[in-house]
């Protein structure tokens, strides 16, 4: 199947503080890449729908301020945790698609913010 | 809205024994395709099945099957002869229409006994 790179893996970072966290697709192009956060035990939920030249479209609740996402190119999306605090802790995670497939995951980041 | 509901959320199996993971859905879109996935404790996210709301049959790959009730809106996991391995959390996913967002149901943690 087609492949998906998250990067990093982890991360911790201090209160206060920004991170970005990479999604690439490596061997297709998407147009529309999703970033999904999960709490310990919990689902994945939907934060923002990434398109490549335009806006995401965050899903209600989701600070747009807060979690800002580029999709600059048709294999690479980014979201950066802006002023990251303790709560924002959590696993966040990736996905693009081929035309009439599954979904294609990175392997997430596992963000900490001490 | 769409919807998916997993009610499980703990199952436990015996090596070499079949099992069910219960999903519904509930939709308004005629056209929808059902996704199961497997997330061991690294976190990554593993395509299992795909189910097509025309599809006439029952989708299989290899020990997994969906047992896909349509009027029932139920759309279950069926793993076969069942492997240590296959201790993970599994979820039940779905696309409406031709558009790329999924959801997530909140997840079956299937724990395999030797």
């Known amino acids: 199947g087609a492949v998906v790179s998250q990067h990093p893996s982890r991360v911790i970072c201090k209160s206060g503080t920004s991170v970005k966290i990479e999604c690439r697709s490596l061997d297709f192009q998407a147009t529309t890449m999703f970033w999904y956060r999960q709490f310990p035990k919990q689902s994945l939920m939907l934060m923002a729908t990434?398109?490549?030249?335009?806006?995401?479209?965050?899903e209600q609740g989701v600070e747009k301020d807060k979690f800002l996402i580029n999709h600059a190119s048709l294999t690479l999306s980014t979201l950066t945790v802006t002023s990251a605090h303790p709560e924002d802790s959590s696993f966040y995670i990736c996905s693009g698609y081929l035309q009439n497939t599954e979904a294609f995951f990175g392997q997430g980041t596992r963000l900490t913010v001490v | 809205a769409q919807k998916i509901t997993q009610t499980q959320p703990g199952m436990f199996v015996q090596e070499k024994e079949a099992v069910t993971l219960d999903c519904t859905y509930d939709t308004s879109d005629p056209s929808y395709g059902l996704f199961w996935y497997k997330q061991p404790s690294s976190g990554e996210m593993i395509f299992l099945i795909y189910q097509g709301s025309y599809d006439q049959q029952n989708a299989t790959e290899g020990r997994y099957s969906l047992n896909f009730q349509k009027a029932r809106k139920s759309a279950n996991l069926v793993i076969s002869a069942s492997q240590l391995g296959d201790s993970a959390m599994y979820f039940c996913?779905?696309?409406?229409?031709?558009?790329?967002?999924?959801?997530f149901g909140a997840g079956t943690r299937l724990f395999v006994k030797a």
């Open positions: 990434s398109n490549e030249g335009s806006k995401a479209t965050y």
């Open positions: 996913a779905m696309r409406e229409g031709t558009g790329f967002k999924t959801i």
